[in-house]
T-cell receptor, first 115, second 112 residues
Framework: GAVVSQHPSWVICKSGTSVKIECRSL??????MFWYRQFPKQSLMLMAT?????????EQGVEKDKFLINHASLTLSTLTVTSAHPEDSSFYIC???????????FGPGTRLLVL | GNSVTQMEGPVTLSEEAFLTINCTYT??????LFWYVQYPGEGLQLLLK?????DKGSNKGFEATYRKETTSFHLEKGSVQVSDSAVYFC???????????FGTGTSLTVIP
């Protein structure tokens, strides 16, 4: 079946640094990828929609200058958390839409801890 | 707008008990409905889905029926196992199939 990978799976960083998370569709092309954030014991909240070759669309309340999204190719989207703070600690999950099947697949998630 | 409401947990059951997790939705048009499962420390895994009214999705002994008249998609399993312990999310996608709308999740713990 279709696979979406995320890298890294775990990251710990110091406050004030930037962290890049990669989301890759391994065996299909994804014109659209989505970034979600999940707080402990809560549901997933959509942060932004990433479209290949164009600017991401951010949900209300999500700072686009803090969460930089780049969808550089049909198989890769990156989320960069800039100047990270402890409150950015969370579980970040991406999903990718297989344009040939109109089906979405979720990545395994990246756990970010900012000290 | 689109939204999903699912029963709050946590739910604790004994092994071999019957499971029901309620899920109702609000949507414009004709959404597709999903159940996802999240094991501790892991991402989401698709458990089952239904794309139109009266469809029944099933997988690993779990099943859910798309009920348009009651706007529901309740998850059921006849006999749960310890390995079913996880958080279960009900979700829908709208007409475009792009954005997912998730319920708040229901934590299930199955004890031997």
């Amino acid at each position: 079946g279709a696979v979406v990978s995320q890298h890294p799976s775990w990251v710990i960083c110091k406050s004030g640094t930037s962290v890049k998370i990669e989301c890759r569709s391994l065996d299909f092309q994804a014109t659209t990828m989505f970034w979600y954030r999940q707080f402990p014991k809560q549901s997933l909240m959509l942060m932004a929609t990433s479209n290949e070759g164009s600017k991401a669309t951010y949900e209300q309340g999500v700072e686009k200058d803090k969460f930089l999204i780049n969808h550089a190719s049909l198989t890769l989207s990156t989320l960069t958390v800039t100047s990270a703070h402890p409150e950015d600690s969370s579980f970040y999950i991406c999903s990718a839409r297989d344009r040939s099947k109109e089906t979405q697949y979720f990545g395994p998630g990246t756990r970010l801890l900012v000290l | 707008g689109n939204s999903v409401t699912q029963m709050e947990g946590p739910v604790t059951l004994s092994e071999e008990a019957f499971l029901t997790i309620n899920c109702t939705y609000t949507a414009t048009g004709y959404p597709s409905l999903f159940w996802y499962v999240q094991y501790p420390g892991e991402g989401l895994q698709l458990l089952l889905k239904a794309t139109k009214a009266d469809d029944k999705g099933s997988n690993k002994g779990f099943e859910a029926t798309y009920r348009k008249e009651t706007t529901s998609f309740h998850l059921e399993k006849g006999s749960v196992q310890v390995s079913d312990s996880a958080v279960y999310f009900c979700a829908l996608t709208g007409n475009t199939g792009n954005q997912f709308y998730f319920g708040t999740g229901t934590s299930l713990t199955v004890i031997p």
